[in-house]
């Protein structure tokens, strides 16, 4: 377990007195009520889309990501499609919303332009892993207030999901699950199927991955971002930070794009991937400001576009370089080209050199997610997420495509 207190905080970006101070209050009531270790690592993640996009949704990650389709189910008024890399990573789950009423989803979309475009599309959140479902729920509800979409059962069935409401911050929810089996499960109410050519759609995507070796390179979600408002910056870190067992590992100022990037990390598995980094970025000063400051505003800009959600989840991919060292081909390097060549696109090339420690692209937003795809190879066990360079050159990239896109 790690001591909160002894970590030094990395990067640049201030915090104010307010911050550090309920920061440490934080830890400290994690620690005597031992969230730290009732909460584990995240199971999945959940991402919604409307019907229509669900396998055009699926193919992209079987062609793009480390992850297999490996069934569907109905619960409730929701269907869900499971992507699984191993055991040990959290799941991808993309869902869909089968209720003919509109849900939360739908109203938090309707608030800005291209959102609002395609309301039934967003990350939804991610689901924890517990060891004591009704003792985190006594304390989240009774001491801390943290709000609940149900209260939790009585008595409730395995795998039984516990979400909070969306945040304020983030417009994300928090779900906890108790894991009754080592191997990973789902409540359901029956397993659904794909009909035959969606599943031959599925295998040719993913057969383009493996023989592309790809496979060989692309690594599961190393970490995952979600954009904010300015002034919900550090409010946002400190509700991620008290609902789950993560802890605060350091913020840098991207001042020429006047944006600071915030990383929260586990770091209780072994390899981070189990239990992914959460990234929040915001702008320096708001929007109506930036006019004062000269300075341009993408982060701010996409939170105005788009509302508050997450903007990428990031792929790790393994170091080491093809061909002769001095021409200094580099594994993302590769990746990328087959990708392109497969006619996914990208912003901007692939940024940064080993030499500042990784090198890390952008892809363009997904149609079918409004997500991004971020590849991103450490060399040398570079121990960070970006370097400022690389986070000023792709945070422009990102925004100059929102502008026109
Ligand atoms: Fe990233």
Redesign the pocket.
């Known amino acids: 377990m790690i001591d909160y207190f002894s970590v030094k905080i990395k990067g640049d970006k201030k915090n104010s007195d307010f911050f550090f101070e309920y920061l440490d209050e934080i830890y400290k009531f994690r620690k005597e009520n031992k969230i730290d270790f009732n909460i584990k690592n995240i199971h999945h993640f959940v991402v919604q889309t409307k019907s229509e996009f669900i396998v055009p949704l699926i193919c992209e990650w079987l062609m793009q990501s480390p992850y297999n389709y490996e069934f569907s189910f109905i619960h409730e008024s929701k269907r869900h499609h499971v992507l699984r890399f191993n055991d040990q990573s959290p799941d991808i789950l993309i869902q869909e919303n089968l209720s003919p009423e509109e849900d939360y989803i739908f109203f938090q979309n309707s608030l800005n332009p291209k959102s609002k475009v395609n309301p039934n599309i967003k990350f939804i959140g991610e689901v924890f892993e517990v060891t004591d479902l009704k003792k985190l729920d006594e304390v989240l509800t009774n001491t801390q207030k943290i709000k609940f979409q149900n209260p939790l059962p009585d008595k409730f069935y395995d795998d039984y999901i516990h979400w909070t409401n969306p945040s304020i911050y983030t417009h994300n929810c928090i779900g906890y699950k108790q894991r009754p089996n080592a191997q990973r499960t789902y409540l359901m109410d029956q397993e659904w199927n794909f009909d035959d050519e969606s599943k031959a759609r599925f295998k040719l995507s993913k057969d383009m991955f493996n023989n592309l070796s790809l496979n060989k390179y692309v690594l599961p979600i190393d ?1 995952f ?1 979600t954009r904010i408002y300015s002034h919900d910056r550090e409010l946002a870190i400190l509700e991620y930070l008290t609902l789950t067992n993560y802890w605060f590992w350091g913020a840098y100022n991207i001042g020429d794009q006047n944006s600071s990037t915030n990383v929260c990390r586990n770091l209780q598995g072994d390899p981070e991937s189990i239990s992914p980094a959460k ?1 929040f970025t915001a702008n320096n000063t708001p929007a109506f400001l930036s006019y004062l400051d000269g300075l341009p505003c993408p982060t701010e800009n996409f939170v105005q576009l788009y509302g508050r959600r997450l903007h ?1 989840f ?1 792929l790790g991919v393994t170091d080491g370089f093809i061909g002769d060292e001095s021409k200094n081909y580099r594994n993302v390097d590769y990746v990328v080209d087959q990708l392109k060549n497969s006619h996914m696109q990208f912003l901007d090339h692939v940024i940064g050199s080993c030499q500042e420690g990784l090198k ?1 692209i952008f892809s363009k937003k997904s149609l079918h997610s409004l997500l991004i795809t ?1 590849y ?1 190879q450490r060399c040398n066990e570079f121990d960070g ?2 370097t400022k360079e690389n986070v000023a050159a792709l945070t422009k990239a990102a925004g100059d495509d929102d502008l026109i896109t």
């Open positions: 970490h971002a990234v990428h990031a890390q971020e991103i997420f970006f």
